[in-house]
């Protein structure tokens, strides 16, 4: 950095003609020196006047008071300060110069291929024209992360291709056939695994990360350079360098010496005193300014950014083909990895399901009771104290002796057990298929509404289904016997009933 080379040269412009020093010299051109500074002319000597006082300037003959010294400290860092903020500003202007240039130029980019996604993918019909949203999408989503938003890149491309893999999936479906929303689902989270879309994501998002995180990296390194320049460059010079700054510009006038430019290593010294702390900055400035030039560079390496831009209409559009001509293979596939996760789910979902009768309770009572750390102090029916009687076990049976709630557990539910009896029948069902015997799928409340087993159908009931029956239908014995006793008939026809209740 060469701020305070620059500094030298430009205080140097701060001194004003005057005469040689003579032996009873005139203080005439300082005071008009120092008018012309915008000072008043009280208190300023007509001759020369002893030194002593000064704090700044070398003591000895001087046309300048305590206060004029202090006048011209504060000018000199008044007028330096105001260099350096010019000189930043200049360095400023420059840094977003190029913003503006780089970002036009990005920016047009970016608007020119979204503008061919229509020519490139309308071959592609319905699958483009009833898809424009997500086309769009993609390059919004783009638009947003080059603009600073805290978008994942990454999956934000993934998912694009998923929810281009789902479309393209369904409308290549046939007609009658429906898919679930699960089951797109899962076709959709094939993206990765099946490749349906060719090497094209994988190629096409390594190259569109690059482009556009180096693109905005290259725009924040811009902005960032000049807020940095815009803050330094307001920094107030230090009380130390103030006295120094006096001594360098203004010193020489209080002795006569107006005409005496400063040596060049002395401001030298005095401009890298003042600008230390700024000084330090030139490690890291030259560094990022170094990889600012590099990531410039790489913007017309191979493949550059025009080229990563321009082609992504006609990448999507290659992928799509390539799902296309190779979809029956796809369908094989994913049909495989689909029903065996969606089993997976159901298994799992259905665990959930296991303890929902016995939680109840305690998912209820969770909405109302007290906090754990206040069983001290909580209602128990009668005061503000602790509940003392043991909590019930589940079901009406344990419900004997419950303090809280007189129930005659001699008396259930009639609806309930008809729902028991519902889920003792669907259990069987669903055993005896798992050994390969086939079950019927009458309208489960004809099997407990007295009309029979719940196992025959149309009046066709299978010679090898096992039944509820204490005897075969067709025994003789039992045919004759209900016959002539009709007392019995209703008998046996409440037997499977009787039977389930007693296997409870």
């Known amino acids: ?6 500094m030298c040269a430009a205080v140097c412009l701060c001194a004003a003609p005057g005469p040689a020093a003579g032996a009873d010299r005139s203080c005439a051109d300082l005071r008009q020196f120092y008018t012309g500074k915008g000072f008043t002319l009280a ?6 006047i002893s030194g002593e006082h000064l704090r700044m300037c070398p003591q000895g003959p001087t046309c300048c008071t305590s206060t004029m010294e202090e006048n011209l400290a504060g000018l000199s860092t008044q007028e330096t300060e105001g260099l350096i903020r010019e000189a930043g500003r200049s360095l400023q202007a420059a840094f977003n110069a190029l913003h503006r240039s780089f970002d036009t130029y990005f920016t047009e980019l970016h608007a020119s291929s979204e503008r061919s996604l229509q020519e490139a993918l309308s071959p592609l019909g319905p699958l483009y024209s009833q898809n424009t ?3 769009g999408d993609l390059y919004a989503d783009l638009r947003q992360y080059y603009r600073g938003s805290a978008l994942n890149l990454d999956e934000n491309l993934s998912d694009f291709w998923s929810r281009l893999l789902e479309r393209t999936f369904k409308a290549s479906a046939p ?3 429906t898919l679930s929303e699960d089951y797109l689902e899962c076709v959709a989270k094939q993206q990765e695994t099946l490749r349906p879309f060719g090497d094209v994501p994988r190629d096409m998002k390594a190259k569109v990360i690059r482009a556009f995180v180096t693109a905005r990296s290259f725009v924040q390194g811009l902005l960032v350079s000049a807020e940095v320049v815009r803050k330094v460059s307001q920094v107030s010079l230090s009380p130390e360098c103030v006295k120094a700054l006096m001594k360098l510009v203004y010193c020489p006038h209080c002795r006569g010496l107006a005409s005496v430019k400063p040596c060049p290593n002395y401001c030298a010294n005095v401009m890298k005193g003042c600008l230390a702390n700024q000084a330090d900055l030139d490690p890291e400035w030259q560094n990022l300014i170094d990889v600012m030039m590099q990531v410039a560079s790489s913007f017309s390496t191979a493949p550059s950014l025009d080229v990563v831009l321009d082609s992504i209409p006609a990448r999507i559009y290659e992928a799509v083909h390539f799902l296309q001509d190779n979809m029956d293979t796809f369908t094989a596939k994913v049909s495989r990895m689909c029903l065996s996760s969606q089993v997976s789910d159901l298994y799992s979902k259905l665990r ?3 303890l929902y009768w016995i939680q109840l309770p305690v998912a209820l009572c969770s ?3 007290a906090g754990v750390n206040s069983q001290d102090k909580c209602w128990n029916g009668i005061t503000k104290a602790r509940y003392l009687p043991e909590v019930m076990g589940d079901g009406l049976a344990n419900q004997i002796n419950n303090p809280e709630v007189e129930l005659d557990i001699t008396k259930p539910d009639m609806t309930i057990r ?3 009896m519902q889920l003792k029948i669907m ?4 055993k005896n298929a798992l050994e390969g015997n086939d079950v019927d799928f009458q309208d489960a409340s004809d099997d407990i509404s007295g009309s029979g087993s719940g196992m025959c159908v149309g009046g066709q009931c299978p010679r090898s289904r096992p039944g509820l029956y204490a005897y075969s239908p067709d025994n003789n014995r039992v045919r004759g016997a209900a016959t002539s006793h009709p007392g019995l008939r209703g008998l046996l026809l409440l037997l499977p009933l009787t039977v389930l209740l007693l296997q409870r």
Do not use: A, C, F
């Open 1 to 6: 950095m060469r701020l305070p080379v620059l």
């Open 43 to 48: 208190g300023v000597p007509q001759t020369e």
């Open 133 to 135: 949203r997500l086309y």
């Open 175 to 177: 007609t009658d056939v």
């Open 352 to 354: 959930e399901m296991r």
């Open 367 to 369: 909405k109302v009771v």
């Open 418 to 420: 008809q729902q028991i």
């Open 427 to 430: 259990s069987n069902r669903l």
